[in-house]
């Protein structure tokens, strides 16, 4: 299984560096993401390839794919589906939103208001949603990939906390260094890559992975260090806001999915100590002071990463 794992993950890893050039390691967070069953938050600056990436990730496992175009005039209803009366037969019909779909790009998710990014509260974290008292599954595997831009950019709104704790990981593409952005000018000359992309894995597949990463074992002893850092940021008086349980239970699945995206049958501290950082910085909230100090969320849990003994 375990070879049967590491091939599969990587045609979709080799398909999407076809069209993503040099951004190997970001790649593989949104596979661990998606092989955990989480969701990715995608952060840069416009024209970085967040867009492209998610569209690429979705058209790789050949799935339904649905794009939602945040914009300050959408509402839950544009992100769920609605309920309206069919003058035909009197009687009332859902319709179902994009959201029904296997990966869902949310683009640009924070140029929309707070209320209408809540609608997907219930989505990411229970994979359904409840319109008119009832229940409506979504289909399976369900992915959510968000891009954003930086906060300080004209025209967003910060992202409510309950809604930053759903994303799994938080992703920053950057930049191409010099080779790769020429290679990406050549790649285009005559049509984009994206054009000639096709699906190397069925829907059905990324469901038995995401069945064989909750199977890779975990030592007691490494799961008392995850604890240990997330009880650390709790304590931490440079933050008013601390890592949530379901911070650390995602990263303990992340976890799981990196040492099986690895080849390994059981959970190191390193996968935690690598996964610390995208897991669980966009998930802590800095005091005032600490906050206009210059100190980063990254800043923070790399000095706990620093202060708590890892287990031998």
Excluded: W
């Excluded at 949104?30 to 955990?36: A, N, Q, R, W, Y």
């Excluded at 992703?171 to 000359?189: A, C, M, R, T």
């Excluded at 000639?196 to 199977?215: F, H, M, Y």
């Excluded at 897991?279 to 800095?286: G, K, N, P, S, T």
Aim: glycine share 6%; aromatic share 8%; with cysteine.
């Amino acid at each position: 299984m375990t070879m049967e794992f590491n091939e599969t993950a990587g045609l979709i890893e080799k398909n999407l560096e076809t069209v993503i050039k040099g951004k190997g390691e970001s790649i593989r967070l949104i596979l661990i993401s998606l092989f955990s069953g989480g969701h990715t938050l995608l952060e840069d600056s416009p024209g970085t390839g967040k867009t492209t990436l998610a569209k690429s990730l979705a058209r790789s496992i050949g799935g339904i794919f649905h794009r939602i175009q945040f914009t300050p005039d959408l509402l839950p209803a544009d992100i769920t589906g609605s309920t309206f009366y069919n003058q035909k037969d009197g009687a009332f019909t859902f319709r179902e939103g994009p959201v029904f779909a296997n990966v869902v790009l949310a683009d640009e998710i924070n140029r929309t208001s707070p209320r209408t990014q809540s609608a997907l509260l219930e989505v990411m974290s229970e994979n359904q949603i409840t319109i008119d008292g009832d229940r409506r599954e979504l289909p399976q595997p369900f992915f959510v990939v968000a891009t954003q831009n930086p906060g300080d950019y004209h025209g967003t709104y910060p992202l409510p906390e309950a809604q930053l704790d759903r994303f799994a990981v938080k992703v920053k593409l950057g930049y191409p260094d010099f080779d790769n952005e020429v290679d990406i000018l050549y790649s285009q000359n005559d049509v984009h890559p994206f054009e000639t992309l096709g699906p190397v894995i069925s829907c059905r597949q990324i469901i038995e992975l995401q069945e064989a990463v909750r199977k890779v074992a975990f030592d007691r002893s490494v799961a008392e260090y995850l604890v240990r850092l997330v009880e650390a940021s709790r304590t931490d008086e440079r933050l008013r806001l601390g890592v949530s349980p379901r911070g650390s239970l995602t990263l303990y699945r992340t976890s799981q999915a990196r040492a099986k995206l690895l080849g390994r049958s059981f959970v190191l501290p390193d996968d935690i100590h690598s996964l610390a950082v995208p897991v669980l910085a966009h998930r802590i909230m800095l005091d005032t002071k600490a906050k206009y100090s210059g100190i980063s969320n990254e800043d923070i849990i790399k000095s706990i990463l620093d202060k708590v003994p890892v287990p031998r």
